[in-house]
């Protein structure tokens, strides 16, 4: 996710600086402590055509974009996305930690723990098709990226990566988590490729800048 455009720009004049001069951004439809969201893909190289698609399920950032990047000659296309989250708040956070430690019973705050759980399940089911859809219907090699709030034995994870190379599953090592709470299995952010790429590093930089930590993979094509 991106700042606003006006406290954007100075990402996008860094990005520069270090080789990525190109880059679609698309804001998101809430804010973050007063500061729009929303998302980008910044590129070495040229794009070519942009695309995004809003799944519209809530005012959280929920959506896809993608760009078709020129390279050497040949075009790739890379999505990025953001899918429904189970949106906890502090409370439901604290009661989770409560419950785990035995402090109180919890009966009550698991019913809308559990409620949330399913509500976001069906609602990253029905985004988890459309992304499927947008792969399958890509003329040209795929790279799909993002935060599916979703774990690797699930229906979301499934479905998106269809043929797709898990870059983690390629390279990774040990559990890889990337959610920084609740769990120390959380793996819920990934990079998915083509078989045409070639994996050749992943790696999970973990530093406490958010809630997730940021990861990266070395792709060659």
């Known amino acids: 996710e991106a700042a606003k455009t006006d406290l954007f720009d100075p990402a996008t004049k860094e990005m ?69 989250s189970v949106r906890f708040g502090r409370e439901e956070y604290e009661s989770l930690n409560q419950i785990k430690h035995r402090k109180k019973d919890g009966f009550k705050d698991s019913r809308t723990i559990v409620g949330k759980l399913k509500k976001g399940y069906k ?58 709470f609740i769990s120390p299995t959380l793996r819920i952010d990934y990079i998915f490729a083509d078989k045409k790429f070639t994996v050749n590093q992943y790696h999970r930089i973990t530093v406490p800048y958010s809630d997730h930590y940021s990861i990266m993979a070395d792709l060659g094509f």
């Open 123 to 180: 609602f990253r089911s029905q985004q988890a098709d459309i992304v499927n859809d947008f792969v399958k219907k890509s003329p040209y090699p795929v790279i799909l990226c993002g935060d599916f709030n979703d774990v690797p034995n699930s229906y979301t994870y499934f479905t998106i990566r269809g043929n797709l190379q898990d870059a983690f599953l390629e390279k990774g090592d040990g559990i890889g988590r990337t959610f920084r």
């Open 16 to 84: 520069k600086k270090i080789g990525y001069p190109y880059y679609y951004y698309i804001p998101g439809n809430s804010k973050l402590e007063d500061n729009e969201t929303g998302m980008v893909i910044f590129s070495k190289y040229p794009i070519t055509h942009t695309g995004t698609f809003d799944f519209g399920e809530d005012e959280s950032v929920q959506q896809l974009i993608y760009t078709d990047i020129l390279i050497n000659g040949q075009t790739i296309r890379v999505f990025t996305i953001h899918l429904q």
